[in-house]
């Protein structure tokens, strides 16, 4: 046996034994898995499975070997993989074997469209180990869990560092403390006067964001090596730009989340601890600009903010302007760490979820808004997310026709996702409206 083999053995028998610690306690205790359990699970059996099939090859691979007495090494390696891969490689492996059973004498089920026309075991093995093998049409909680993933490096409030807190029942309940314990100084023997701290509790429900995607069949009769890519590329500027939108400016309601804006406002109207949101001061300059944001950070040191993971959140706009500020003595730049994506010492992100043309403090158009916030103290409150997918559905494009996917011979992907938004304490928001800041500006 070589040591590749013994090597992928032992492998395979510490993802097993994984597996059976998560199991055995859940049969002691007579109980039911919950979502996340059955989320590790279920990876934990597909990396099995591959584990089972990189076997089977390599063995197979070194019998001519054995059979013609030869010494040959082979050399197992596992590529890299862009994260959210596995999801949109399972997604076309479902609508290409959808196709294939319509459209061809010998169809050909997701698990096996996956291996032969996309070579990809990984996702082969995540869609046997859930109901798509007898064609069911959910991605498993896996996959999931891979676009979730994916959704970081390209939304603004979680790279930002706010925290999942999961929300697999639909609903989270998030408490905080209104006021602190009171002190003072007593004498010898005299007792203090008993001020109980005051809690509070945010209560987030989940809210549906989203999206139906018509993909065109061609992809699938002639899928080459980027169409999983695009395909993917698709689904997460779509979700990213939507949750931005929803967690910053989100107006709140049944339906959609209360975004930082309006929880902010929200405070300040009611008089509640923390929260800040003011107007930028017109006709920025370099004295304006510190003065606004200096107030900005005050605001959230005020409010005894814990300033854990404290943020700037605006337009790419803001970013340009800023970057392009220098001295009128010296000719240097005035932020220079805007350079390392930092300003005033805390980091910050783009997005174009914030407008640019926002009528706030002027009549030209061209105001937006800056965020910031300690994003510790920021929860998203994740539930599942969800991918179906026909062709035989029908949908209204964005001109507001109606059309037919089996009629323009394409695969409607349709995807949902349950998240809610809460901030465990608002004196970590200070919201700024109105900001002027263009390229070129004094």
Known sequence: MSIET?????????????????????????RAMTQREKAADDSLAAQVRVLDDVLD??????????WSEASHSIEVRTPARPKGHLFAACLLSICGAQFSAKHTREPLSPERWAKEKLGDHYAAAAISASSLAAGGGLIPQDVAEDLI???????????AGARIEPMPAGNLSLN????????????????????????????LAAKKLRALIPISNEIFRFAGPRAVDNVLADVKRAMAYYEDLGFLRGAGGQYAPQGLLYQAQMAVAAGQQG???ANSSASPTFTTVSADTSAMIQALLNANSRMISPTWIWAPRTSSALEGERSTLSGMRTWPEMERNYFRRYPFFE??????????????????????ADFADVAIGQGPIEV???DQAQYTDSSGAQQSAFVRDETLADVLEYVDLGVRHLGSLAILQGVEYTIGMN
Request: charged share 25%.
């Open 388 to 390: 179906r997918r026909s």
């Open 57 to 66: 090859r390599v063995n197979d691979a070194n019998r001519p070997a054995r």
């Open 275 to 277: 929260g800040y949101s």
């Open 351 to 372: 997005t174009t979820s914030i407008p640019t043309n926002l009528n706030v403090v002027g009549s030209t158009n061209i105001d937006s808004e800056i965020y910031l």
């Open 149 to 159: 993933e994916a959704l970081i490096p390209l939304t603004a409030v979680r790279r």
């Open 6 to 30: 013994k090597e992928l053995l032992s492998k395979r028998e510490e993802t097993r034994k994984r597996r059976e610690s998560l199991l055995l306690p859940i049969a002691r205790e007579g």
């Open 176 to 203: 905080k403390i209104l006021t602190a314990p009171v002190f003072g100084w007593v004498g010898e023997q005299a007792p203090p006067n008993a001020v109980a701290p005051v809690f509070g509790q945010s209560n």
